[in-house]
């Protein structure tokens, strides 16, 4: 007699739920790459390069997975990433996100590209809440969602560096991806319906509103120019450099966001966990460094600590998660992988973040 279906026991195993689930153009968009996916793939297979030199004896019947990022106490070293256009996962969006990552003790980063509001979705947490934005060429569009992210009570500004233009992701122009009609982005400034709403001559949609209305133009000044617009703290994504990473702190950020877009932009870009350990030589603990891309294990996230980044961001695996059962479906990928760093502190022996140094990798 058949019982009920096994529950996913790992995060892959979340992504193959959701490719059951959704739509053909919705499953590509979310998990491909650009161009031949090299990066992609590679994203993902660097960490799994890295070897763990594991300590023993170290009495690890106690552990703290928490840490402090820019004055938010996180319960673990785990940030949601940000992602568009999560309503095509299910239909309270973002609004699920942030209710699932302020449950498990994480905090979340809004992307521009947002189905729900930046006032719903900070209304939604109790947690951390990070806004991602881009320049546009019209800075008053920039500036006035600076103020909406202020205002609703978002603690920092996360500047996207890697896209001056799109990809080329050739999954979108097979299945001429669109924004179905029945999902807004009210975080654009901008009504993207023109550009959005329909697909011609299998050219990416998308790159066409991003072609006219972000900035390609933007340079290291423009990093001032943000910062006199606004008190929040700026984190720079999408270095792959040490020099880059100097360069952003002399300018002014905060922090800086390890980051190849997912393997979504530049096919055959460095992995990020491959880049991560020059960044943090050069940064040499000035500023907040996080990392992400391709992060799938509990082994991951330790590594990443262990090269120096503060925290992770997790993307695609959230929306496997919502995907697979909606705000449920979100918490469980989140605590599958909170159990997972715990597990891979506890047999590293490592009791806190603090401990995960580099000495641990081979």
């Not at 978002?154 to 799109?166: E, F, K, N, Q, S």
């Amino acid at each position: 007699m058949n019982g009920a279906p096994t529950p996913p026991v790992n995060l892959q195993a979340y992504e193959a739920l959701a490719a059951e689930r959704l739509p053909r153009m919705v499953y590509d968009y979310y998990a491909g790459g650009a161009n031949d996916e090299i990066l992609l793939r590679e994203s993902r297979t660097a960490w799994d390069a890295l070897r763990i030199r594991y300590r023993v004896l170290r009495d690890v019947s106690h552990r703290d997975l928490s840490v402090t990022i820019e004055g938010h106490r996180l319960d673990w070293p785990v940030i949601v990433a940000p992602m568009a256009f999560q309503q095509m996962a299910t239909p309270e969006g973002e609004v699920a996100t942030a209710r699932a990552t302020a449950a498990a003790g994480s905090g979340m980063i809004l992307s521009t590209l947002s189905n729900r509001t930046i006032e719903d979705v900070r209304a939604a947490s109790n947690g951390m809440v990070w806004f991602q934005l881009y320049i546009y060429r019209d800075r008053g569009i920039t500036a006035e969602l600076v103020r909406r992210a202020e205002r609703a009570g978002c603690t920092g500004l996360v500047l996207t560096v890697d896209t001056p233009i799109l990809g080329r992701r050739e999954r979108d122009l097979l299945n001429g991806f669109h924004v179905p009609p029945e999902f807004p982005a009210p975080n654009l400034g901008v009504d993207m319906r023109s550009t959005l709403g329909a697909q011609s001559d299998m050219s990416s949609a998308l790159a066409q509103f991003i072609l006219g209305h972000w900035d390609a133009g933007i340079a290291w000044q423009d990093l001032a120019w943000l910062q006199s617009i606004t008190s929040l703290p700026i984190y720079v994504k999408g270095v792959v450099r040490g020099d880059d990473a100097l360069l952003a702190l002399e300018h002014g950020a905060a922090g800086v966001i390890v980051s190849n877009h997912g393997g979504r932009q530049l096919d055959t870009a460095v992995p990020t966990a491959r880049a991560l350990g020059e960044v943090a030589d050069a940064m040499a603990g000035r500023g907040t460094l996080l990392v992400d891309g391709g992060v799938r294990r509990g082994t991951d996230v330790l590594k990443a600590l262990a090269m120096g980044a503060q925290a992770v961001l997790l993307g695609r695996p959230i929306l496997w998660g919502l995907a697979a059962g909606g705000e449920a479906g979100a918490r469980r990928v989140l605590q599958l992988l909170r159990d997972e760093v715990d597990l891979a502190f506890a047999l590293a022996g490592v009791r806190s973040p603090a401990e995960a140094t580099r000495d641990l990798l081979a």
